[in-house]
């Protein structure tokens, strides 16, 4: 039963546009969230994050937005680059799990085309 | 200032082989976490662990699989008698004391059981 869900396996978006990316969660327990951008051979690295006590974090180029009461996060990307290109997870935590004890999506492919 | 070093890179191991997974966090990380990916799914918690203390095995199978953090050299993951289901990535994390859920990530090691 999956508690974080990316529901688009994929994403295709052209250079300079706005990526919005989806992540949807069932446990009302998680109170933190984060985005983390894989790509090719390399492990994932850490984008950006936000609390649940907050409806919005932005860095650069990156906003995520999250609204509780449909248990829905996103994450915006403006513009959009090639360098994007990348796998993105969604993460999940402080349903009572551990430090670190992340509860990842399954990640959604972003193409970013010149 | 080295990153989170996972080797190998890649394993192979025939069914019913150990395999042995190396993981040396970034300098000044007391907190080491592995993570597995399967095929076309997301990240999945194994185990937390502090230096030579387990923390959180909660993820970990309970038969085959062991994790250690001694007091020096690297964190170990070990399998033992591997069968093909095993094969997948497997990463590891370090954090710094206190530092949340913010996760660095190693490049992972490809684990494939022949």
């Known amino acids: 039963d999956q508690q974080v869900k990316q529901n688009s396996p994929s994403l295709s978006v052209q250079e300079g546009r706005i990526s919005i990316l989806n992540c949807d969660y069932t446990?009302?327990?998680?109170?933190?969230f984060l985005w983390y951008k894989k790509y090719p051979a390399e492990g994932p690295t850490f984008l950006i994050s936000?609390?649940?006590?907050?409806d919005k974090n932005e860095d650069g180029r990156f906003t995520v937005f999250l609204n509780k009461s449909a248990k829905h996060l996103s994450l915006h990307i403006v513009p959009s680059q090639p360098g994007d290109s990348a796998v993105y997870f969604c993460?999940?935590?402080?349903?009572?799990?551990?430090?670190?004890?992340?509860?990842f999506g399954k990640g959604t492919k972003l193409s970013v085309k010149p | 200032n080295a990153g989170v070093m996972q080797n190998p890179r890649h394993l192979v191991r025939r069914r019913g082989q150990e395999a042995r997974l190396r993981c040396s966090p970034m300098?000044?990380?007391?907190?080491v976490y592995w993570y597995r990916q399967l095929p076309e799914e997301g990240l999945k918690f194994m185990v937390y662990?502090?230096?030579?203390?387990?923390?959180?095995e909660s993820g970990m199978p309970k038969e085959r699989f062991s994790a250690e953090f001694p007091k020096e050299g690297p964190s170990i993951l070990r399998i033992q008698q591997v069968v093909r289901g095993d094969s997948a990535a497997y990463f590891c994390?370090?954090?710094?004391?206190?530092?949340?859920?913010?996760?660095?990530f190693g490049s992972g090691t490809q684990l494939s059981v022949l």
């Open positions: 662990l502090q230096k030579e203390n387990i923390i959180d």
């Open positions: 936000i609390s649940s006590i907050k």
């Open positions: 300098k000044g990380h007391s907190h």
């Open positions: 994390a370090s954090s710094p004391q206190g530092s949340g859920e913010k996760l660095f």
């Open positions: 446990n009302s327990m998680f109170d933190y």
């Open positions: 993460a999940a935590s402080g349903y009572g799990g551990s430090q670190g004890n992340l509860i």
